[in-house]
């Protein structure tokens, strides 16, 4: 599993039958900032997800990838690599908060990331 930023959609109208109608998002992994725990930095890589829970653009969530990624009744019988399966609402490390969904100004809430 790896926590990502939504950072944009993908529309594609050319694609095997068994992706219609999945919504294909693009994310960018992150990292806890190792030297203070002070935040999540972005790893300058992008993947292509299939959201399974509805988030938005600018939301934290955690993916999974490979054969996981096909585990989701949702996924099961998709060609497909890599999947968002939750929405993080906060990340704790040696004992500090890094992440708050809630604590974010501006940031959307989990409501509006679900939409």
Partial sequence: MFIARVTGSLIST??????????????????VVEDDLSELKPTGRSFVVVDTVGAGTGAIVFCVQG?????????????????????????????????????????????????
Avoid: W, Y
Avoid at 15 to 29: F, I, N, T
Avoid at 67 to 76: D, G, I, L, V
């Fill in 14 to 31: 050319h694609k095997v039958a068994s992706m219609r109608g999945q919504k294909l998002l693009l994310v960018e992994p992150l990292r």
């Fill in 67 to 115: 054969s996981s990624a096909r585990f989701t009744p949702e996924t099961r019988e998709l060609p497909i690599d890599a999947a968002i399966v939750g929405i993080i609402d906060s990340v704790s490390a040696h004992g500090k908060t890094v992440f708050d969904a809630n604590a974010r100004p501006g940031a959307p809430s989990q409501k509006e990331a679900e939409r």
